[in-house]
């Protein structure tokens, strides 16, 4: 039976990744003119570590070298989000559900806790999460199942009883690996491989008649 859903935040609670992806596109090709969007496909859903070292690969830098560091973080602080703009119209109506019939929930992220605890404060959305853990605090992120093993142990839940909702290649993952149902959301604009899912929708509003249909046959 289900008794908790753990979230991801970019791709799922808000439409970040799509913004990120181009602000950096735009950003790189000046100096990078090779680079295109489809170049940084595979850094959605990556931790800010493993994204630096994706970066230096594919930009020919050494991810240690202070200059580009300087170049990342002045890229980073020019993309200006107002995060209410860009928060999935369903989160709060399925969050405000979940909550009402008693389930536990939790976000489980690859970002920053900083950045975690902006969006859930200008979303107005913090109240209905238990708990919120970065990836920034495990030696390895997604698609590493950790950060999912220790959200449920917080959680107090075994993993059969919680579904995770991601929408990456290493979100969906890292889900799967740690045990529990992953319901996959998807998103044609990017060529994730969302195999290891265990469902697929295509609005957070199935994620509650999901839990219900799921938990009449328990």
Known sequence: MIKAVI?????????????????QHQSLKKQYPWVTEEHLYPT???SKAEHRRFLARLLRRDAADPAFLHELLAMEQACSIFYPEILNPQAVPVLKTLKAGGLQIALASSSGIANIRRVLTECGIAPYFGCAVSGEQFRRSKPDPEIYRYTMRRLNR???????????????????AAGAPVAALRDDRFPFDQSAARFYIKSLSEIVPLIETENKRA
């Open 7 to 23: 979230f991801d935040m970019d791709g799922v609670l808000i439409d970040s990744e799509i913004v990120y992806l181009r602000h």
């Open 44 to 46: 959605v859903g990556m």
């Open 158 to 176: 075994r993993p059969t009883e919680c579904l995770v909702v991601e929408d990456s290649t290493y979100g969906v993952q890292a889900g799967a």
